[in-house]
């Protein structure tokens, strides 16, 4: 059995441990909810650009044509494709919060799989760049420190090089996967096409124009034009929006990770505590039954 | 007379809801003054001054913008740009100096890379302009 010392230097360090799990939970908590600020201050601009987007898409279908939108025809229409597919992997920059970066990860490789060799990692956040450079597995690159200070500026580079890779033909498709924000309690593993951008895409909620009555806009300057400015906007802020969920559901899983973290060290303090004080008394116990038998042997 | 409603939007958060009588946009292709009753338009903004008058009077206020979009319908004026900042909340010098600093790279910067530093240019200088209407 364990000596008392032993026990009480377990019992210490458990509890320094506990302390620390609990200040970064408190600290992820904080987080989470600046994060998730962000994301409902993007909502107004989500819910305008998309209307905006969607009146121009339903405009101009079949009309414009834009290096960004799919060619109508489907996606692989004959044209001379590289066959190589962009995977933008969306990872944490640091590690502790539970199976955050190993479910995107997981996921990542099955789609790398899938593609087989035409598949291109663009790792996001430390936590995936370092896999994926250990694995050796294709990459275009890698960026680090994404999130500690995440702004639109972030989103509109990684975009622009995105977009230009896309429209030079050096890739197919691009894709994204990511942890999607659901709850604090549950974050969803999500795998989305971000280009070509599919025209039902931007359509999606045919109900949304209900109302019926599809006005005459006046468009300054043409269709067209608005679109080929509309639509590198759009791009940009879906990277923002992912990037905008990984980060809140990092915080959320790490949150939750080091929620429950505390709660075992916790128990492992209880039983802990429980074994010293039995071994205390039976060490108490055994000095009093010397001390007894010692006075009897005495008398006698 | 009817008014206009304003909404002026940026990616962070909605700048702007207010009643006016009468808003000055800079479209793409020259500038634009929405008046109440005016047809549905959607139109291209680029990075300049976005003026309104307020309805319940007061002066003009003026707000630098960077390039978005605006929807008119119903008699409301529906803004999306990237950044927005109020006349009376740029600091005047700061803005000179961002300016000058980004022409100063435009002017550096080869073809190819001018086209990309072109709107931020014309961010910077639609402040410092902006700065000096109030």
Redesign the interface.
């Known amino acids: 059995m364990a000596s008392l010392i032993d026990l009480r230097r377990r019992i210490r360090s458990v509890k320094n441990t506990q302390q620390i799990t609990k200040a970064m939970k408190m600290v992820a908590a904080a987080k989470l909810r600046r994060a998730q600020d962000q994301i409902l201050a993007t909502r107004p601009y989500a819910l305008e650009l998309r209307k905006v987007t969607e009146h121009l898409a339903a405009v101009s279908a079949g009309e414009v044509e834009h290096p960004l939108l799919t060619p109508a025809g489907g996606d692989d229409g004959g044209e001379a494709g590289s066959g190589k597919t962009l995977v933008l992997v969306v990872t944490g920059d640091k590690g502790l919060c539970g199976a955050f970066n190993a479910h995107v990860q997981r996921r990542a490789e099955q789609e790398m799989a899938t593609l087989g060799g035409g598949g291109e990692i663009l790792a996001l956040g430390n936590r995936g760049a370092d896999f994926f450079t250990h694995r050796g597995s294709p990459m275009r690159g890698a960026r680090r420190g994404l999130f500690k200070d995440l702004h639109y500026g972030v989103a509109q580079e990684l975009a622009a090089e995105v977009s230009k890779a896309f429209s030079d033909g050096e890739y197919d498709a691009v894709y994204a996967v990511y942890n999607e924000f659901i709850s604090v309690l549950s974050q969803r593993v999500s795998w989305e096409r971000l280009l070509p951008i599919a025209r039902e895409d931007v359509v999606a909620e045919e109900g949304g124009a209900a109302d019926g009555d599809h006005r005459d806009y006046l468009y300054e300057p043409s269709e067209a034009e608005i679109l080929n400015d509309l639509l590198p906007r759009f791009v940009t802020f879906q990277i923002y929006r992912v990037l905008l969920e990984s980060q809140a559901a990092e915080h959320a899983a790490r949150m939750t990770a080091m929620d429950s973290a505390t709660k075992n060290a916790g128990e492992l303090i209880d039983a802990l505590t429980l074994q010293y004080n039995r071994s205390r008394q039976a060490e108490i116990t055994t000095e009093l039954i010397e001390v007894v038998s010692g006075a009897n042997a005495l008398e006698g | 007379m009817a008014g206009l409603n304003l909404i002026l ?6 700048l702007l809801e207010v009643e006016c009588s009468d808003v000055g946009l800079p ?3 020259g500038d ?1 003054g929405i008046l109440p009753g005016h ?6 903004l680029r990075p300049g001054e976005l003026s309104y008058q307020p309805a319940d009077g007061g002066a003009r206020r003026f707000v630098a913008v960077a ?1 978005g ?1 605006c ?1 008119v ?1 119903d008699d409301t004026v ?1 803004v ?1 740009t ?1 950044t927005a900042a109020p006349a009376e909340n740029i600091d005047a010098a700061a803005a000179r100096t961002e300016r000058d600093e980004l022409a100063a790279e435009y002017d550096r910067a080869s073809f190819e890379e001018q086209a ?1 530093l072109k709107d931020r240019v014309d961010t910077a200088q639609a402040r410092v302009d902006v700065a000096g209407r109030v």
Do not use: W
């Open positions: 939007v940026t990616h962070a958060e909605k479209g793409r292709k634009m047809t549905a338009l959607i139109s291209t390039p979009f929807e319908a529906t999306l990237e990309g």
